[in-house]
């Protein structure tokens, strides 16, 4: 079965900076991608970044490319999220997702996720 597991999250001000991360276990994840969604207080989940594991080809919502860098460490099993220049409508529940798929693909009733994470951004 596998497992994802947050951690990372936390209060910061605006314009700060935050490392997530999700230690993913259960199996190898060749085929799979990983990605991360945020879900604001009173809205929808939606979708941040993805990266495929072999190969690793990412995909970002449009919005926050050039402040939001995922990656990944093969040996950690490990799933990153660096958020940089933050601001408070960053302000979400943070999730990881894994799933086999297309890394163009959103999240599918087959994936799996994490628990979530709390980032809370001060203005």
């Known amino acids: 079965q596998v497992q994802l597991v947050e951690s990372g999250g936390g209060l910061v001000q605006a314009g700060g900076s935050l490392r997530l991360s999700c230690a993913a276990s259960g199996r190898t994840f060749t085929n799979y991608v990983l990605g991360w969604y945020r879900q604001a207080p009173g809205k929808e989940r939606e979708f941040v970044a993805a990266?495929?594991?072999?190969?690793?080809?990412?995909s970002y919502r449009d919005s926050l490319k050039g402040r939001f860098t995922i990656s990944r460490d093969d040996a950690k099993n490990t799933v990153y999220l660096q958020m940089n220049s933050l601001k408070p409508e960053d302000t979400a529940i943070y999730y990881c997702n894994a799933g086999v798929k297309s890394i163009a693909t959103m999240a599918s009733p087959n994936d799996y996720w994490g628990q979530g994470t709390q980032v809370a951004v001060s203005s």
């Open positions: 990266i495929r594991w072999s190969g690793g080809g990412t």
